[in-house]
């Protein structure tokens, strides 16, 4: 059974190429555009990006598939199969990026038959690269990872997005403390290296979290669907913890709403 090395070599050499082009691009002037929303943004640099992976991924390996986020925001359908499949965030975290913001990253990931066999998540600003592979553990820029032991909310730094946050403001008084970094990549790398113990969402997509998930559970880390389910990477939330002790805890105060799926 294959363990994917060539293409996580490959995925690793491409975060590292297109890093170049995104810190170029950081402090220049940003070329702006919407998609879904006025704040739904894209750049040049995100387009860009994506494009030099998908023709390296495609000349490469020229049978397997691949979902990106700019690729469908133009118009491609999002459909995951069991064949190979590569999925692409090229600038996860864009309204950070036009802000000059650091905490944004690159997210490769690649799936065979639905699983997540690989992910290399690249924070280009601040050089920072977590990787994981199926079984072999979560590593930041080589030094292996693990989650923290915290099992209680009252002990824990809860990552939460404004999106979340207003409609579950009950978080804040029982989490020891509450941050929001503007990327689902950044914070569930930083969940996974024990800087933060819970993390969940819904309105994000497959190529925000699949990867990710990966390097939280190789670090020790539980992820879930929002309702308790094993996760689900076209419904488009989960929860991510350091226990499952925690998380038990918490899904049952989550006020939840239905999304369309990916």
Not at 11 to 21: D, G, I, S, W, Y
Not at 198 to 220: K, M, N, Q, R
Not at 223 to 243: E, H, M, Q, Y
Request: with cysteine; aromatic share 8%.
């Amino acid at each position: 059974m294959s363990d994917y090395s060539d293409e996580f070599e490959f995925a690793e050499k491409l975060a590292k190429e297109v890093a170049v082009t995104i810190k170029e691009a950081f402090y220049r002037e940003k070329n702006i555009s919407t998609k879904s929303a006025p704040n739904d943004l894209v750049t040049e640099t995100d387009q860009e990006v994506e494009r030099i992976i998908k023709e390296k991924i495609s000349g490469q390996f020229p049978d397997h598939k691949f979902i990106g986020e700019e690729t469908v925001a133009g118009g491609s359908k999002c459909e995951l199969t069991d064949t190979p499949t590569w999925i692409l965030d090229p600038i996860d975290g864009t309204t950070n990026f036009v802000h000059s913001n650091h905490n944004i990253c690159t997210i490769i990931s690649f799936l065979v038959n639905k699983e997540v066999q690989f992910c290399v998540v690249n924070n280009p600003i601040l050089e920072l690269c977590w990787t994981a592979r199926r079984g072999k553990g979560a590593f930041l820029n080589g030094k292996q990872i693990k989650v923290s032991s915290c099992t209680e909310m009252k002990n824990a730094l809860l990552l939460q997005e404004a999106n979340m946050l207003k409609t579950n403001t009950h978080f804040i008084e029982q989490a020891r403390g509450v941050r929001a970094n503007g990327s689902a990549g950044i914070n569930l790398c930083l969940l996974a290296m024990g800087a933060a113990d819970l993390y969940f969402e819904i309105g994000f997509h497959i190529w925000d979290y699949s990867g990710p998930s990966l390097i939280v559970e190789e670090a020790g880390g539980v992820v879930r669907d929002i309702s308790g389910k094993p996760v689900d990477f076209l419904a488009r939330n989960c929860i991510a913890g350091a226990t499952k002790e925690l998380i038990d805890t918490v899904i049952p105060q989550i006020k939840t709403w239905q999304v369309e799926r990916d």
